[in-house]
């Protein structure tokens, strides 16, 4: 349940950032601030589970994070 909760969250923020044209990098930037590493692990691994639940800009950013974009 917990889990599903932040992915609602992960999407309400990148849906939110300000500059859309630079929204993942932005998602990636809020997610390294503000969240655990243990957060984002356990996202990571839901998405990885289930693509379709996270926008393309959540996983871009989640990319950016690993290194991969």
Do not use: C, K
Not at 50 to 62: F, I, N, Y
């Amino acid at each position: 349940m917990m889990t599903e909760r932040m992915v609602v969250m992960a999407n309400q923020i990148a849906a939110n950032v300000p500059d859309r044209a630079h929204a993942s990098q932005q998602t990636a930037a809020h997610l390294t601030s503000f969240w655990a590493p243990s957060m984002i692990a356990a996202l990571r691994a839901y998405a990885y589970e289930h693509q379709d639940e996270l926008s393309a800009e959540v996983h871009e950013a989640l990319a950016i994070m690993e290194g991969r974009a």
